[in-house]
């Protein structure tokens, strides 16, 4: 009878033994998860729950009025993912929203605001806000079920901008370094904005934020003679590089490329399945990475 007992207890003893380290190992798990959460949090600004968009969501998309004939002549679709996740919900509550920040530099008057606009859908100046130096707008979308704010913040190429640029880039996801097509000053200016815009942007401490570059007033520069195309195509292409950002050819008119360029940075972000094509071909809106 007693050794019977002892026997008992033995199991008793291992099987309790046994649930403490289930459980240490359960609370160990548990920690590891969210330092992991947090570190990857800390690369994109947000929480991972943010990263791991549902894909048994689906969200409708919102019908636009046809954009202006390109200057090739044909109109220029820019839809979606897929054309199934990607549209605006700016109507509806503003609760439970992903926001992130994105900014965009380069000099004065190569087509920044008009840029801005075209993408977020209003009129240059309607609903922005805007500070010495510096114009800030919107843009909300939904993709994956999940919802998404973009604040948009403009610096202007002046005087200002060096004591705005901290401001812009602090927590950006996102820079886009812009320079006119048709004046290849701006061109050049592009590396000392990436230089500036680099002191200032620090997600933390290995991540930074998306560089990518773009060369605006496409629908003129198509004007300018083929081997001119050639010559500021190839110096735009030379400096992406260098700057390791992807490069983009566009025009705020035509919607050439605009909606693109937040497509290929959300994909970034979120990780979704998007393909970008690249285009080398002069004549057509340029797309390097």
């Given at each position: 009878?007693?050794?019977?007992?002892?026997?008992?207890?033995?199991?008793?003893?291992?099987?309790?033994?046994?649930?403490?380290?289930?459980?240490?190992?359960?609370?160990?798990?548990?920690?590891?998860?969210?330092?992991?959460?947090?570190?990857?949090?800390?690369?994109i600004g947000k929480s991972i729950k943010y990263r791991k968009l549902s894909r048994q969501h689906s969200s409708s998309t919102t019908t636009t009025a046809a954009p202006p004939s390109s200057p090739s002549g044909?109109?220029?679709?820019?839809?979606?993912?897929?054309?199934?996740?990607?549209?605006?919900?700016?109507k509806e509550s503003l609760e439970d929203l992903v926001a992130l920040k994105i900014c965009l530099l380069g000099d004065n008057q190569i087509g920044k605001t008009s840029f801005m606009t075209k993408y977020v859908g209003k009129e240059k100046g309607e609903e922005s806000f805007s500070t010495t130096g510096l114009n800030q707008m919107?843009?909300?979308?939904?993709?994956?079920?999940?919802?998404?704010?973009?604040?948009?913040?403009?610096?202007?190429?002046d005087v200002s901008a060096s004591t705005q640029i901290p401001i812009a880039c602090k927590d950006s996801v996102a820079m886009l370094f812009m320079f006119d097509l048709t004046s290849r000053c701006t061109l050049k200016?592009?590396?000392?904005?990436?230089?500036?815009?680099?002191?200032?942007?620090?997600?933390c401490s290995f991540q930074t934020a998306i560089p990518v570059m773009i060369g605006t007033k496409f629908d003129d520069f198509v004007q300018l003679p083929l081997d001119m195309q050639w010559t500021i195509a190839s110096q735009a292409r030379a400096y992406a590089k260098a700057l390791n950002a992807t490069l983009f050819f566009?025009?705020?008119?035509?919607?050439?490329?605009?909606?693109?360029?937040?497509?290929?940075?959300?994909?970034?972000?979120?990780?979704?399945?998007?393909?970008?094509?690249?285009?080398?071909?002069?004549?057509?809106?340029?797309?390097?990475?």
């Open positions: 009878m007693v050794k019977h007992l002892l026997l008992c207890y033995r199991r008793m003893f291992k099987l309790n033994k046994k649930r403490k380290i289930i459980c240490k190992v359960s609370i160990l798990q548990k920690y590891v998860k969210s330092l992991w959460n947090q570190i990857v949090g800390c690369c044909g109109a220029v679709p820019d839809g979606g993912f897929n054309g199934k996740c990607y549209c605006d919900h700016s919107d843009k909300i979308l939904c993709v994956k079920g999940a919802r998404i704010s973009y604040s948009i913040w403009e610096v202007q190429g200016s592009v590396i000392s904005w990436y230089q500036q815009a680099r002191q200032w942007n620090q997600l566009s025009s705020a008119t035509y919607n050439i490329n605009v909606n693109k360029i937040f497509k290929f940075i959300t994909a970034k972000l979120f990780n979704l399945p998007w393909t970008l094509e690249r285009n080398l071909t002069i004549g057509e809106p340029i797309i390097d990475f």
